[in-house]
């Protein structure tokens, strides 16, 4: 038990210092050891590590380009519950870059970043529900996944409820702001 959460706090940690080597908070900007810190948080099984690493290997840029790595490390996390790394992987199976291309695979996980509250994710979600591609047409939920998302300032997602407003009755407005105020984020 013990051994386990040394293990937890060596990859929070070297994470922690892989922001601080990314940013240069510190530290003196060091792309190179922000990797390699990430890298070994990740193997540690840290998820923002896990995390991190996914949108440098996604990105190109401290590191080679690579998204099937980026993808690899994005699911590790994403198992986790790490809802930024659920919603990038939902991203990248939508788009089949880095892993074949699968809708259902992507709703998933971009279905699950949005119960935990990332705010993209929320407003993905919305818009499917709105417009039906994917999911049985429900402006309630749609209403409700676009104004999380807007309360977090999600801009696309305030410009969202304009539009979905005028389709709604009374009713379905009513129910989903009942929708809203009961919600909670799951983790």
């Known amino acids: ?14 994470n922690v210092l892989g922001c601080m080597y990314q940013s240069g908070d510190g530290l003196p ?4 050891k922000a990797v390699n810190c990430f890298r070994e948080a990740a193997k540690l099984g ?21 998204c099937q790595k980026a ?15 659920q919603y990038r992987l939902g991203v990248l199976y939508e788009k089949g870059i ?12 971009k279905s699950m970043a949005a119960e935990q509250g ?8 919305g818009v499917k529900y709105a417009t039906g591609n ?25 410009k969202n409820i304009d539009i979905l407003i005028e389709k709604m009755t009374p009713e ?6 009942q929708l809203v105020e009961e919600w909670r984020p799951k983790t």
């Open 1 to 14: 038990m013990e051994l386990h959460r040394g293990r937890e706090r060596r990859g929070r940690a070297q």
């Open 29 to 32: 900007r060091d792309y190179r």
């Open 46 to 66: 840290d998820s923002n590590g896990q995390y991190n690493l996914g949108r440098i290997y996604q990105r190109g840029m401290e590191a080679s380009l690579n």
């Open 71 to 85: 993808a690899k490390w994005f699911h590790m996390a994403a198992l986790q519950g790490h809802g930024k790394a």
């Open 98 to 109: 880095g892993v074949p291309q699968n809708l259902k695979e992507a709703l998933k996980w």
């Open 118 to 125: 990332e705010a993209r994710a929320q407003n993905h979600l």
């Open 134 to 158: 994917g999911v049985r047409k429900n402006y309630r939920n749609a209403y409700m996944w676009l104004c999380l998302a807007a309360m977090q300032g999600n801009r696309q997602a305030s």
């Open 172 to 177: 379905q407005l009513s129910d989903a702001k």
